[in-house]
């Protein structure tokens, strides 16, 4: 390790534990700056110490002579970039070098002190400083310790820790992680990624070499590979040291749907993404020229090709300093008989926290983990945080603790995700319309129809069980090959008898000649029902999913109905017990519940996301269904 002695300005050479303790400065680098080679000269220096590249470095040795210090490390004059050899070792060294410094001095060429007659806030030019959006700064920004800030004068700004809460606004990067107080090591892999998705090089391969260390990696650096065979190679490294599963919980829009990511951009989205820390190992996976080889659990929906798999992460949602709500991260895949490739971007399906101990309180629904969402939340904004909080009279704040949080299998599944032309050389001609993702084809849909809002994604967490579908009302609203059940039947128009209060409602007969309850409604509402059964003895046990969507509002609801034993499945069958499902929710907005428990059935509703390209709908609402409560409430108090 080469370090400039701060009195003599020369540069001296350790090795081992003989290295001294030293300063260690960071900055952006400009046209003007100095070499190993330059600075070695003593004339050279000398004759060019006014240029900025040389100047900061004079300034730099100054600071650290006045503090105390007797040596300094700056990356222009004390690495050889002449040796490839050298250049390799150094930046696969720098993490732990910035890690080590007793102080580290960030140089912000670009932020001066303004006079009397400036009308600039200097805490604005520090927001817009280039430093923040360099790739090699990230990591000298977190590992060393103790930082001081500095303007283009040498004025301090402040500290790394006293700063802390504006530089988590410019980053990202928790105050915790700046402060000290939260180790980097325990935080995901993708939230590390989100990071630097941001942050620039001026070589396309520095942008995964300069992670090496926030990752605690080493590897041979090879330039001229390009951006994406070395962000590749990093990931692969990655994978090798850690079980960490959010490494592919990363947006397949810039990616081609491959097993990787091509870029940091790819995990923008995913700074909420933590370990979920389970109560159980995580079986190791491993990546080959077959593929991912993955033991995850799987959801499964009506579509015979493709599944949800469980990745070992969560999505966290704050409210002011706490988590108010705790999601599961899930990769669609495409395929079948264990063998799938990736498809759409990651999916939040559990929408409301784990810790709900002390009754009822606002919570957040969660999202598709994708920056094209919007409109996610129902609630009112809060002026003081980020976070969205439910309105008192919103049907989901009426959340219990006996309301089971996370209803996915515990049950492991080992799985290959290969790439495209494997999988579908497999079963491309039956799995075309999955393909789509999610799109209905256009032969379903006239052409003066346009895009429905919203529809439900049917998903089994435990599987079907002893269960299987047996009908749909509307039957056409169906389309099982992807999975979606899109409502298109619209509930009776009524109207409210003011003489009654609310209580007491008028009868209207609907086109079938079924009575519903008169009622003011906001908008147009669109129901359906699905209906599974389960052979028990001699006969078949039926279970009624009222779902439903409200035009005005966007809320939706699901209900469990209790068909009876004399249900034949008949047309005018499946028309009264929609009908039983209108009586139970219309002009009644407190019933419009999002979870539904009877018996042994599940139906929760509490998650909803925008749809690639908006097909089939624009909105997705993620229907979970269990049939097995039992089971579940016995593995959930195993654990």
Same mark, same amino acid.
């Given at each position: 390790?080469?370090?400039?002695?701060?009195?003599?300005?020369?540069?001296? @050479?350790?090795?081992?534990?003989?290295?001294?303790?030293?300063?260690?400065?960071?900055?952006?680098?400009?046209?003007?700056?100095?070499?190993?080679?330059?600075?070695?000269?003593?004339?050279?220096?000398?004759?060019?110490?006014?240029?900025? #590249?040389?100047?900061?470095?004079?300034?730099?040795?100054?600071?650290?002579?006045?503090?105390?210090?007797? !040596?300094?490390?700056?990356?222009?004059?004390?690495?050889?970039?002449?040796?490839?050899?050298?250049?390799? @070792?150094?930046?696969?060294?720098?993490?732990?070098?910035?890690?080590?410094?007793?102080?580290? !001095?960030?140089?912000?060429?670009?932020?001066?002190?303004?006079?009397?007659?400036?009308?600039?806030?200097?805490?604005?030019?520090?927001?817009?400083?280039?430093?923040?959006?360099?790739?090699?700064?990230?990591?000298?920004?977190?590992?060393?310790?103790?930082?001081?800030? %500095?303007?283009?004068?040498?004025?301090?700004? /402040?500290?790394? !820790?006293?700063?802390?809460?504006?530089?988590?606004?410019?980053?990202?990067?928790?105050?915790?992680?700046?402060? /000290?107080?939260?180790?980097?090591?325990?935080?995901?892999?993708?939230?590390?990624?989100?990071? +630097?998705?941001?942050?620039?090089?001026?070589?396309?391969?520095?942008?995964?070499?300069?992670?090496?260390?926030?990752?605690?990696?080493?590897?041979?650096?090879?330039? *001229?590979?390009?951006?994406?065979?070395?962000?590749?190679?990093?990931?692969?490294?990655?994978?090798?040291?850690?079980?960490?599963?959010?490494?592919?919980?990363? @947006?397949?829009?810039?990616?081609?749907?491959?097993?990787?990511?091509?870029?940091?951009?790819?995990?923008?989205?995913?700074?909420?993404?933590?370990?979920?820390?389970?109560?159980?190992?995580?079986?190791?996976?491993?990546?080959?020229? +077959?593929?991912?080889?993955?033991?995850?659990?799987?959801?499964?929906?009506?579509?015979?090709?493709?599944?949800?798999?469980?990745?070992?992460?969560?999505?966290?949602?704050?409210?002011?300093?706490?988590?108010?709500?705790?999601?599961?991260?899930?990769?669609?895949?495409?395929?079948?008989?264990?063998? %799938?490739?990736?498809?759409?971007?990651?999916?939040?399906?559990?929408?409301?926290?784990?810790?709900?101990? /002390?009754?009822?309180?606002?919570?957040?629904?969660?999202?598709?983990?994708?920056?094209?969402?919007?409109?996610?939340?129902?609630?009112?904004?809060?002026?003081?945080?980020?976070?969205?909080?439910?309105?008192?009279?919103?049907?989901?704040?009426?959340?219990?603790?006996?309301?089971?949080?996370?209803?996915?299998?515990?049950?492991?599944? @080992?799985?290959?995700?290969?790439?495209?032309?494997?999988?579908?050389?497999?079963?491309?001609?039956?799995?075309?319309? &999955?393909?789509?993702?999610?799109?209905?084809?256009?032969?379903?849909?006239?052409?003066?129809?346009?895009?429905?809002?919203?529809? $439900?994604?049917?998903?089994?967490?435990?599987?079907?069980?002893? %269960?299987?579908?047996?009908?749909?009302?509307?039957?056409?609203?169906? !389309?099982?090959?992807?999975?979606?059940?899109?409502?298109?039947?619209?509930?009776?128009?009524?109207?409210?008898?003011?003489?009654?209060?609310?209580?007491?409602?008028?009868?209207? &007969?609907?086109?079938? #000649?079924?009575?519903?309850?008169?009622?003011?409604?906001?908008?147009?509402?669109?129901?359906?029902? =699905?209906? $599974?059964?389960?052979?028990? *003895?001699?006969?078949?046990?039926?279970?009624?999913?009222?779902?439903?969507?409200?035009?005005?509002?966007?809320?939706?609801?699901?209900?469990?109905?209790?068909? /009876?034993?004399?249900?034949?499945?008949?047309?005018?069958?499946?028309?009264?017990?929609?009908?039983?499902?209108?009586?139970?929710?219309?002009?009644?907005?407190?019933?419009?519940?999002? %979870?539904?428990?009877?018996?042994?059935?599940?139906?929760?509703?509490?998650?909803?996301?925008?749809?690639?390209?908006?097909?089939?709908?624009?909105?997705?609402?993620?229907?979970?269904?269990?049939?097995?409560?039992?089971?579940? =409430?016995?593995?959930?108090?195993?654990?």
């Amino acid at each position: 390790m080469r370090l400039i002695n701060v009195t003599t300005l020369q540069i001296d @050479e350790y090795f081992g534990t003989g290295i001294p303790e030293y300063a260690i400065l960071s900055h952006t680098w400009d046209a003007t700056e100095a070499t190993l080679q330059q600075w070695s000269k003593r004339t050279t220096r000398l004759r060019k110490f006014k240029v900025p #590249g040389y100047a900061k470095v004079y300034g730099a040795c100054k600071l650290a002579r006045q503090d105390g210090h007797r !040596y300094l490390w700056i990356d222009t004059v004390c690495i050889d970039k002449s040796s490839s050899a050298e250049l390799s @070792e150094a930046i696969n060294s720098m993490f732990a070098w910035y890690e080590n410094a007793k102080v580290c !001095y960030v140089y912000l060429s670009d932020v001066k002190v303004p006079s009397k007659d400036d009308n600039i806030d200097v805490l604005s030019l520090f927001r817009r400083s280039r430093w923040w959006t360099r790739g090699w700064t990230l990591q000298e920004l977190l590992a060393p310790t103790n930082i001081l800030f %500095y303007t283009r004068e040498w004025v301090q700004m /402040g500290t790394k !820790y006293a700063l802390a809460m504006l530089i988590q606004e410019i980053t990202g990067i928790g105050e915790g992680y700046l402060r /000290g107080t939260r180790r980097i090591s325990l935080c995901s892999i993708a939230q590390r990624m989100s990071w +630097a998705s941001k942050r620039v090089t001026t070589r396309d391969e520095d942008l995964a070499y300069s992670l090496l260390g926030i990752f605690g990696i080493n590897m041979p650096l090879l330039y *001229g590979e390009g951006s994406q065979n070395s962000f590749r190679r990093l990931q692969e490294e990655v994978i090798k040291t850690s079980i960490d599963q959010s490494i592919f919980a990363f @947006e397949t829009g810039s990616s081609d749907n491959t097993l990787l990511a091509h870029h940091p951009r790819d995990f923008a989205a995913q700074g909420s993404v933590r370990p979920s820390f389970a109560r159980k190992l995580t079986p190791p996976f491993t990546l080959s020229n +077959a593929g991912l080889s993955l033991t995850v659990p799987l959801i499964q929906t009506m579509s015979p090709y493709w599944v949800l798999a469980v990745l070992n992460c969560v999505e966290l949602h704050w409210d002011q300093e706490d988590v108010s709500a705790r999601s599961v991260i899930c990769l669609p895949l495409l395929g079948r008989d264990k063998k %799938y490739m990736r498809a759409r971007a990651p999916v939040t399906l559990i929408s409301l926290g784990a810790d709900l101990a /002390g009754g009822p309180k606002p919570t957040i629904r969660p999202k598709l983990i994708d920056n094209s969402v919007e409109d996610v939340w129902v609630g009112r904004e809060d002026a003081d945080t980020d976070t969205v909080t439910t309105d008192s009279t919103s049907s989901i704040e009426r959340t219990t603790p006996l309301e089971i949080q996370d209803l996915t299998t515990r049950e492991d599944t @080992e799985i290959l995700v290969s790439y495209f032309s494997r999988i579908y050389t497999l079963w491309g001609n039956e799995m075309d319309e &999955a393909m789509k993702g999610f799109a209905v084809s256009e032969m379903m849909l006239d052409s003066t129809t346009e895009t429905p809002e919203q529809g $439900f994604m049917i998903t089994f967490p435990r599987g079907l069980g002893e %269960y299987r579908y047996r009908y749909s009302y509307p039957h056409t609203d169906l !389309y099982p090959n992807i999975s979606f059940f899109i409502p298109s039947a619209v509930a009776p128009p009524m109207h409210y008898d003011h003489n009654c209060n609310g209580n007491n409602r008028e009868d209207s &007969a609907d086109p079938d #000649g079924h009575h519903q309850s008169q009622h003011p409604r906001h908008g147009e509402v669109k129901r359906g029902l =699905l209906v $599974f059964a389960a052979l028990r *003895g001699a006969n078949y046990k039926y279970v009624g999913i009222y779902l439903a969507v409200d035009s005005a509002t966007r809320n939706w609801t699901c209900r469990i109905l209790d068909l /009876g034993a004399s249900f034949s499945g008949m047309r005018s069958d499946l028309q009264e017990m929609t009908g039983l499902g209108d009586g139970l929710i219309l002009g009644k907005s407190e019933e419009w519940l999002h %979870y539904d428990q009877q018996g042994d059935v599940i139906v929760a509703a509490r998650t909803r996301f925008k749809t690639v390209k908006g097909k089939p709908c624009k909105e997705a609402i993620v229907v979970e269904l269990v049939f097995d409560v039992e089971e579940l =409430l016995e593995e959930r108090n195993s654990e």
